[in-house]
């Protein structure tokens, strides 16, 4: 079992920066896929940004290229993803999610993931 714990959530305003943190405990994430999801006002979790499972190969949501950052440190067990040049439109919950098995094609679903976190609220004010 892994356990994932969200924090670093905030209010800021728009043209601010966050960095949320994913701490993971039960078992090393090192060779799981990672990945940060986003819910909104829609009822459907967004992909925002991942690892893959192998080769350290990350992928982002168009709407935040170039803006978030993902990031791994394995030795704390822990994945992060820093915002820059936030907008009101990334106001959601953002959640943190894993899985040992995911294949790349499966990367941007939720459903494929076995393992979340509480999320972390994220408000951005114009």
């Known amino acids: 079992q892994v356990q994932l714990v969200e924090s670093g959530g905030g209010s800021v305003q728009a043209g601010g920066s966050l960095r949320l943190s994913c701490a993971a405990s039960?078992?090393?994430?090192?060779?799981?896929?990672v990945a940060w999801f986003r819910q909104g006002l829609k009822e459907e979790r967004e992909y925002v940004a991942g690892?893959?499972?192998?080769?350290?190969?990350?992928y982002y949501a168009d709407s935040v290229k170039g803006r978030f950052t993902i990031s791994r440190d394995n030795a704390q067990n822990t994945v992060y993803l820093q915002m820059n040049n936030l907008k009101p439109e990334d106001t959601a919950i953002y959640y943190c999610a894993a899985d040992r098995s995911i294949i790349t094609s499966s990367l941007r679903q939720a459903r494929h993931y076995d393992y979340w976190g509480q999320g972390t609220q994220v408000t951005v004010a114009s």
């Open positions: 039960g078992r090393t994430i090192s060779s799981y896929a």
């Open positions: 690892f893959a499972r192998t080769g350290g190969y990350t």
